[in-house]
């Protein structure tokens, strides 16, 4: 499984566009990149999941190099209700493989 | 959209008894259940692999024999944490895929909080 690496923790302000990168150096071939979003004693919840250039749901868009080496998640004018902890993982296109998480970045909204 | 349910919720135990986890795949089958520890302010940490049908496989220094899953039906799996301690303290998450799953499809319970007095 391609380890991935991402901050521990960023700060934004209400309305502001936020950009959290991963780093994925080991990307295989077959991954798919996939970011969750885990709010406190809840569990992950899917965001968003690419595999090259830029995919764009009503969550959120996801940024992908043509090196597929990192990627960029990006929430547009956020509110206090995105304060939560984003894993970026990479994942084979198995639907059963299990899924190793990151540390995750906590992202906190200031009002 | 597919719902994974974990009960109970939330479950206060005293030291030495055990506690059984349910995680049920609301409105698909599946036939790989995941279960995941999450130590406050830690990320999810992967205990083993449920297979409907077969025993589970365990991740390494997981104890098998205290973490014991059960995963009897395509719609349910069990985790009972036996002889529990104050350090098996923590929040379990379940996840489920569905039988034709494709490449993110993995569904997570809302998970199950348990403190062990």
């Known amino acids: 499984l391609a380890k991935t690496t991402q901050p521990i923790s960023m700060d934004s302000y209400e309305g502001q566009e936020v950009n959290i990168t991963c780093s994925h150096n080991?990307?295989?071939?077959?991954?798919?990149i996939t970011w969750y979003q885990q709010f406190p004693s809840q569990g992950p919840r899917f965001i968003i999941q690419?595999?090259?250039t830029k995919v764009t749901n009503e969550v959120a868009s996801l940024f992908i190099p043509a090196d597929r080496k990192s990627s960029t998640l990006s929430l547009p004018r956020v509110s206090l209700s995105d304060t939560a902890v984003y894993y970026c993982l990479v994942i084979s296109n198995f639907g059963n493989e299990k899924l190793t998480f990151g540390t995750g970045t906590r992202l906190t909204i200031i009002p | 959209g597919a719902v994974v349910s974990q009960h109970p919720s939330r479950v206060i135990c005293k030291s030495g008894t055990s506690v059984k986890i349910e995680c049920r795949s609301l409105?698909?089958?599946?036939?790989?259940m995941f279960w995941y520890r999450q130590f406050p302010k830690q990320s999810l940490m992967l205990m083993a692999t449920s297979n409907e049908g077969s025993k589970a496989t365990y991740e390494q220094g997981v104890e098998k024999d205290k973490f014991l899953i059960n995963h009897a039906s395509l719609t349910l799996s069990t985790l009972t944490v036996t002889s529990a301690h104050p350090e098996d303290s923590s929040f379990y998450i379940c996840s489920a895929t569905p039988l034709d799953a494709g490449p993110y499809e993995q569904y997570f319970g809302p998970g199950t909080r348990l403190t062990v007095t």
């Open positions: 409105d698909f089958q599946a036939t790989t």
């Open positions: 690419g595999y090259k």
């Open positions: 080991n990307i295989a071939t077959n991954d798919y």
